[in-house]
């Protein structure tokens, strides 16, 4: 398991910019596929965006498709989330994962962000909170 911590949340007006950062201190974030989930009050974790292991192909959920963007940070051993016009409904908690599993076997994003339960390193996660 790797030791992940995310960092970067806060509080932001809509349409602000906010960039969370997972890095990670024991491994090479790039040898994983590397998620970022987010879990509104009340809700489920969901997959929100998510990056390949091997070809660097991303999957993200249509809310934020255009808006947000992951990308490695090799420099700074991280995973980075560039959320761009935010709205209130991006709220919540912001968690990124690893899984070994979805490594080995070349899970493709879009079913990295629908199986969380692959995961097996997760952060502490770090909130974010949009008003209106």
């Known amino acids: 398991q790797l030791q992940l911590l995310e960092s970067g949340g806060g509080l932001v007006h809509a349409g602000e910019s906010l960039r969370l950062s997972c890095s990670a201190s024991s491994s090479s974030l790039d040898e994983y596929g590397v998620s970022w989930f987010r879990q509104a009050p009340g809700g489920d974790r969901e997959g929100v965006i998510c990056?390949?292991?091997?070809?660097?192909?991303?999957f993200s959920q249509d809310s934020v498709k255009d808006r947000f963007t992951i990308f490695r940070d090799s420099h700074k051993n991280s995973v980075d989330l560039q959320m761009n016009n935010l709205k209130p409904e991006d709220a919540g908690i912001y968690y990124c994962a690893t899984s070994r599993l979805a490594t080995i076997t070349a899970l493709p994003p879009r079913a990295m962000c629908h199986s969380p339960t692959v995961y097996d390193s997760w952060g502490q996660g770090t909130q974010v909170t949009v008003s209106s």
């Open positions: 990056l390949s292991a091997h070809d660097g192909t991303t």
